[in-house]
């Protein structure tokens, strides 16, 4: 374990705090994406079904590294 002043230290770091931002930036677009239909294809539901798989893996593993770096910060 990264002992609590490195991770702080990490945490207050403008790269980081900018890249946390790019990050959820890019979830947001994907997000719109779906919103706007950009994962469905109605000629073929096994890549619609594959799109929005994929989809739901990467905003959830945007989800869990947030909340990864939340619970860090509530220890």
């Known amino acids: 374990m990264v002992n609590p002043e490195a991770v702080q230290e ?3 770091n403008p790269v980081t705090m900018a890249m946390m931002e790019a990050i959820e930036e890019y ?4 997000l719109y994406a779906m919103a706007q ?4 294809n ?3 539901m096994e890549e619609t079904f594959g799109n929005t ?3 739901c893996g990467e905003v959830q593993g945007i989800e869990t ?4 770096i939340t619970e860090e910060e509530n220890e």
């Open 65 to 68: 590294l947030k909340r990864i």
């Open 37 to 40: 239909g950009h994962y469905y």
């Open 53 to 55: 798989a994929k989809f």
């Open 27 to 30: 979830k947001q677009n994907l």
């Open 42 to 44: 109605p000629e073929s």
């Open 10 to 12: 990490w945490k207050a």
